[in-house]
């Protein structure tokens, strides 16, 4: 695990199992960036290999949850307002069978859809903090019915 963890200044994080790299600024539009987009790279604030961050890390704060807006995995909406250089989106309704929930667990992709209606991870059963969904509005659309 941590064979691979060169260290560059900054707090900034990208996760990549089995590989974690640590970047300091930003890496748009480079094609280091596509890649890391390609292979579920989590981008956040001191993020653990089951992709806590600085904000949450629970034990069970275990899962990274694409922003439709840049198609990046975050841990959280606030990993997301402090690296990203633009306001947050939430997935729309229409997209919610989108992969768009990344397991830090197993790595197992979950849609919308698929994450709402669960605790536990379908892949590897590990417990996802359900007070995540208390903040579904900082990722998901709203305007459905859950059950
Ligand atoms: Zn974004
Ligand atoms: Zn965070
Ligand atoms: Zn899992």
New binding site residues.
């Given amino acids: 695990m941590s064979m691979c963890r060169p260290s560059y200044p900054g707090h900034a994080i990208v996760v990549h199992t089995p590989c974690f790299l640590r970047f300091n600024g930003s890496v748009h539009g480079t094609e280091d960036w596509r890649t890391m987009v390609a292979q579920h790279y989590v981008f956040g604030i001191d993020v653990d290999e089951q992709t806590r961050c600085a904000h949450y890390h629970q034990s069970f704060d275990v899962i990274a949850i694409k922003h439709v807006c840049c198609e990046r995995y975050y841990p959280c909406h606030l990993c997301h307002e402090v690296l990203a250089d633009h306001p947050a989106e939430v997935w729309p309704v229409e997209r919610f069978q989108e992969l768009a929930v990344l ?1 830090g ?4 992709e979950l849609t919308v859809t698929d994450y709402l209606a669960t605790n536990t ?1 379908p ?4 417990e996802f903090n359900p007070d995540c969904k208390l903040h579904r509005e900082n990722y998901f659309a709203t305007n459905y019915d859950l059950r």
């Fill in positions: 397991c667990v197993c790595e197992l991870c892949g590897c059963r590990a």
